[in-house]
Each structure stands twice: as structure tokens, then as C-alpha cells.
Nanobody
Framework: QLQLVESGGGLVQPGGSLRLVCALSGFTLDNYNIGWFRQAPGQEREGVSCISRSGGTAYYPESVKGRFTISRDYANNTVVLQMNSLKPEDTGVYYC??????????????????????WGEGTLVTVSS
């Protein structure tokens, strides 16, 4: 019953945009810190956007800062990752993860990558001409 489901991936040209959605089922969004991570073949999983339980703070690594935006939609129990100005190096499988924590700084979630309570199965993003 408890699961995360990602959607919105696909093939886009450089400079294009995608909107990824992480839907939570079986648990309440506001009780969890949420992060988006991506992984390319042969690469380590990279945190690209993490958001606090309150939604008041978020973290973006330098590689995506200014291009990606994470937000919570409490009414629909989803977290959205809006990706603009996409580059070929953004290609990878994007995963949504949830961690129940009273106190967790988004930067720590994305960089230290503590053990998560839940992972989605991922959605593939391909940026290519």
C-alpha cells in the first residue's frame, strides 16, 4: 500500500522542459522529506532536488540550480519537479524518495543521501537531439 510512483519522463530536445510528478500512496506527504535523485549508467545516484517536510526550504546542486524547481502539492499528495532548459547531461533515470524525519536539512538529504524509507521505481529522462 505504501509506494511512490514517478511519472512524466520521456525524450526531449536540449533546451526543452519536463514535469515529473511523484505520487505518494498509503502515507501522507506532509510527514516526509522528499527528494529527487537521478542516475546515469555507471554513475552514482545524484540528488538533484530535495525539499523539507514543511516545504519551506529546498536544495539544488549547482548542476541544476536555476533550471529545476521542486514543489509540494498537499491536496493531491504529490511532489512535482519542473525541469527547464534541459541539457544532455541531465539524461538518466529519475527516482523519487521519501524519508520520515522530524529534522532533516534538504541539502543533507540530497548530498549525504541517508537511507530512505521509500523509493519509487524511476522514470527515464532522455535529453537528446
Amino acid at each position: 500500500q505504501l509506494q511512490l510512483v514517478e511519472s512524466g519522463g520521456g525524450l526531449v530536445q536540449p533546451g526543452g522542459s519536463l514535469r515529473l510528478v511523484c505520487a505518494l500512496s498509503g502515507f501522507t506527504l506532509d510527514n516526509y522529506n522528499i527528494g529527487w535523485f537521478r542516475q546515469a549508467p555507471g554513475q552514482e545516484r545524484e540528488g538533484v532536488s530535495c525539499i523539507s517536510r514543511s516545504g519551506g526550504t529546498a536544495y539544488y546542486p549547482e548542476s541544476v540550480k536555476g533550471r529545476f524547481t521542486i514543489s509540494r502539492d498537499y491536496a493531491n499528495n504529490t511532489v512535482v519537479l519542473q525541469m527547464n532548459s534541459l541539457k544532455p547531461e541531465d539524461t538518466g533515470v529519475y527516482y523519487c524518495a521519501a524519508l520520515k524525519s522530524q529534522i532533516l536539512i534538504p541539502r543533507v538529504m540530497c548530498t549525504v543521501k541517508p537511507r530512505m524509507d521509500y523509493w519509487g521505481e524511476g522514470t527515464l529522462v532522455t535529453v537528446s537531439s
